[in-house]
C-alpha cells in the first residue's frame, strides 16, 4: 500500500527565513506533485515532478525529487506572508490512476 | 477557458438521505477523479473515471458511486450517508495522455446533520 508522509506539518517561520518541507513515500511511483491549498480554498497545482533528480523553481518554491531515496523537498527561500498555506505532497501510481495525498505541512509565516 | 467546475457549492443533508456532486473537467481533458477532503486532512481518492467506466477505486464503500458521461463530465452519488460523510468533494481531472498534473476543482462542501 502506497503511504505519503510530510514533515513538518505545522511550521512556523519569520519572513525572510528560508526552510525545506520533506515528502516521503513508502513504494515506488510515477510522478510526484506539490499543491498548494488556502484556508476554505481547492488545490492549487504547483509542480509535477517526473524523474529522479528532477528540480522546479518557481518563484520564492523550489521542487526536487530523489526516486532512489522516495523523498522529495519543497524549499523555501526568503518567505513572505503569501507564501502562508497548507501545502501537499502527492505521489500516483500507474501512470495518474491512483493519487495519494500526504497529510499537508501547514505553514504560516510571519512577520 | 473555464477550469474544473463543481456544483452545488454547499450542500446540507441528513443521516440516511443520498446526495450527487457534480462536475465539468477542463477543456481537453478525458479523465475525472473524486476525493473527499475531510476537516484537517489531506485529500482521499474516491475513484476516477475515464471513458465512461471506473478506471480505478480508493478504499471507500460502495455507497460511494459514479458516473462519467460522453461529455466527460461525471457525478459522484452517495447513498445512506452518514455523519462521516461531511467533507469537501473535490473533482479533478486530467488528459489520459500521462504526464498532465491533475486541475482541482473548487469543491463542493458536504454537511450531515
Known amino acids: 500500500e502506497l503511504k505519503v508522509e510530510q514533515n513538518p506539518l505545522f511550521l512556523s517561520m519569520q519572513e525572510g527565513k528560508n526552510y525545506t518541507i520533506y515528502c516521503n513515500y513508502s513504494?515506488?511511483?510515477?510522478?510526484l506533485y506539490w499543491y498548494r491549498q488556502d484556508p476554505g480554498k481547492s488545490l492549487e497545482s504547483l509542480f509535477v515532478?517526473?524523474?529522479?533528480?528532477a528540480v522546479k523553481q518557481e518563484g520564492r518554491l523550489m521542487a526536487s525529487l530523489d526516486t532512489k531515496a522516495r523523498l522529495s523537498t519543497l524549499h523555501i527561500t526568503a518567505a513572505v506572508h503569501d507564501l502562508s498555506a497548507t501545502y501537499f505532497c502527492a505521489v500516483s501510481h500507474n501512470y495518474g490512476q491512483n493519487f495519494v495525498f500526504g497529510p499537508g505541512t501547514r505553514l504560516s509565516v510571519l512577520p | 477557458d473555464a477550469g474544473v467546475t463543481q456544483s452545488p457549492t454547499h450542500l446540507i443533508k441528513t443521516r440516511g438521505q443520498q446526495v450527487t456532486l457534480r462536475c465539468s473537467p477542463k477543456s481537453g481533458h478525458d479523465t475525472v477523479s473524486w476525493y473527499q477532503q475531510a476537516l484537517g486532512q489531506g485529500p482521499q481518492f474516491i475513484f476516477q473515471y475515464y471513458e465512461e467506466e471506473e478506471r480505478q477505486r480508493g478504499n471507500f464503500p460502495d455507497r460511494f458511486s459514479g458516473h462519467q458521461y460522453p461529455n466527460y463530465s461525471s457525478e459522484l452519488n452517495v447513498n445512506a450517508l452518514l455523519l462521516g460523510d461531511s467533507a469537501l468533494y473535490l473533482c479533478?481531472?486530467?488528459?489520459?495522455?500521462?504526464?498532465?498534473?491533475?486541475?482541482f476543482g473548487p469543491g463542493t462542501r458536504l454537511l450531515v446533520l
Open positions: 515532478l517526473l524523474s529522479n533528480g
Open positions: 513504494t515506488t511511483s510515477d510522478r
Open positions: 479533478a481531472s486530467s488528459a489520459l495522455a500521462g504526464g498532465e498534473t491533475q486541475y
